[in-house]
């Protein structure tokens, strides 16, 4: 894992979650919370796992060193799995995009030596963990576009066209 791979994923990241949240503007407000089948069952679930996620792995890379963005309000507080992080759909379009700036800026810190480094951190069950950091960055990275891809499918079932999963536009 090197800096630029993980500059160019912040960027993807940002700029494919403004295209999907310019779509999820659009929904009506059944299809936010309607049930889709999956394990997370509506696209309003999945932008909820998809946001804490993102979150407890910013707050946990401060466990390597301080950075910057962990100075963020944001990050005085604390979110588990099993928190809703926003209580509308309105509220979540806001806050993505501030978290997805601050995953950027976590990107511009980073170093060589950081991504060469090990973590140790703890799961949400207490379990301690020792990593590469540039693998767990790269993890929290295809996370997303895992759960993104789970969205496109749900827009797919309501028969909403899209297309915002795609890297090469950046490469």
């Known amino acids: 894992m090197d800096k630029a791979t993980v500059l160019l994923l912040a960027q993807y990241n940002e700029q494919v979650n403004r295209q999907m949240n310019a779509q999820l503007a659009e929904l009506e407000p059944v299809q936010w919370k309607q049930a889709l089948g999956g394990y997370y069952p509506s696209i309003e679930s999945l932008c909820n796992h998809i946001y804490i996620a993102d979150f407890i792995w910013l707050k946990r890379f401060t466990g390597l060193r301080n950075f910057s963005y ?36 976590f990107a511009g810190e980073l170093s060589d030596r950081d991504l060469s480094s090990d973590l140790v951190y703890r799961n949400s069950r207490g379990q301690e963990f020792t990593k590469a950091f540039g693998g767990l960055v790269l993890h929290m990275f295809n996370h997303q576009t895992h759960h993104r891809g789970m969205i496109s499918l749900y827009l797919d079932q309501l028969g909403i066209q899209n297309d915002f999963s795609n890297l090469f536009h950046l490469v």
């Not at 588990?80 to 995953?103: M, Q």
Request: hydrophobic fraction near 30%.
């Open 70 to 105: 962990s100075q963020d309000p944001l990050f005085q507080g604390d979110l588990t799995l099993s928190d809703t992080a926003f209580t509308s759909r309105t509220e979540y379009l806001k806050k993505r995009p501030v978290l997805d700036s601050l995953i950027s800026s």
